[in-house]
């Protein structure tokens, strides 16, 4: 389908849509089960045209074509503090939204919409069902997931054991083992409730199921030998990756030259000739999968990334002895480092004072001098004559 007779709503082979976006407080229906959610806020990338929601779209990029995309994400919705309005905003500026649906009775349904209540789902207002606002909650769900998977692959790349061991933790006694999956973005075991299965984002159950028998159950928890940590690791990357891959395909469509960003995708074979103007472009169904692919070059090419030393954030070193993302992220860090030293050093002198020997002199006014607070100036005006 050509870009200018596409329907509203639907995204071209190998491109991805740019969006004006803003940010708001979430409504209590937009809260998922359990109420407990890292942040409260909406994303919205919509506009009305003649009564009706459609996307608010600024261009058109290739989100397989932006190597940066991956480290971008997780530096966003990843980090230890919540990202603020503006780096969100710039954020779907410039890669647009995960726009993660499910199918429901031939149509789409945001995944995110999932986690509601069943009263909720059943309400949901047309903006959330033409995918036109997720929740911050759930992109970071999304960057915990990946972070979680880059963190494994590193462990295994450099054989880390007790790395391994700890992101997998222990698991519970018996003969035979229990399966793993992604539930709200973390790692979880055993699990028999089928609400808490239904959470679990397609594609992200990493070994086989297993039934824990009933003399397995209370009998307490084994950390797990060395090579089931490689087993177990290896193969839940592996099945997140897969999944990414099985969400993609690759389709003939036309060439249209596009001024805002070039087609996504690899071109194959020679120029063509004359009228075809063909091309073979890889797509993603959602902005997920453009990430985890991603991912997947990382570990194909076996590329490490670093975490800044001042934003915390990952980034592909130009340099080997490269600490920072940015020179603009470098000359923050030292310039609150020298502050911080600052403020710190003057506290110390102004708290107490050493002797030559190093031991501590008590000022004067203090209790173990026993005289009140003055300068030696009116100290030695106020002292009787002879003395």
Known sequence: MTRNKRREGEVPTGLWPRVRATVRPLNDWEIPLGGHVRDYRMVEFSQLQKGMHVPDWT???????????????????????????????RFYARYGPLWEFVMRDGQRFPAWAERLDPEHQAKLPDEARLLLCEPLWWLGERAEELRLTYDL??????????????????????????????????????????????????????????????????????????????????????????????????????????????????????????????????????LTTALYLHLGDLVEQEAVLRQCRGCRGLFRPGRSDQEYCSARCGDAARQR???????????????????????????????????????????????????
């Not at 600052?342 to 026993?370: F, I, L």
Request: aromatic fraction near 6%.
């Open 59 to 89: 261009g058109l990029y290739s989100p397989l074509g932006e190597p940066a995309l991956f480290e971008e994400f997780l530096r966003v919705f990843g980090g230890e503090e919540r990202p603020s309005d503006s780096s969100v905003i």
């Open 153 to 286: 692959y590193m462990a295994l790349k450099d054989n880390r054991l007790t790395a391994l061991a700890g992101i997998l933790r222990a698991v519970p006694r018996g003969k035979k083992t229990i399966g793993m999956a992604i539930v709200a973005g973390r790692l979880v075991r055993d699990i028999v409730d089928e609400k808490e299965v239904g959470k679990a984002r397609v594609g992200s159950f990493s070994v086989e199921r297993h039934e824990v028998d009933s003399k397995s159950r209370g009998a307490g928890l084994r950390r797990l030998t060395d090579e089931e940590c490689k087993r177990w690791a290896n193969v839940f990357v592996s099945t997140q990756l897969n999944a990414a891959e099985e969400r993609s395909r690759r389709r003939w469509v036309l060439d249209e030259p596009v001024p805002l960003a070039p087609p996504g995708g690899e071109r194959t074979g020679k120029p063509r000739s004359g009228s075809l103007n063909l091309m073979r472009a890889r797509s993603v169904e959602d």
């Open 337 to 387: 480092g020298y502050y911080t030293d600052r403020k710190a050093r003057a506290n110390s002198r102004s708290q107490q004072t050493e002797s030559p020997r190093g031991h501590r002199r008590p000022s004067v006014g203090s209790k173990k001098s026993g005289r009140p607070r003055a300068s030696a100036r009116r100290l030695r005006a106020e002292s009787p004559p002879g003395r």
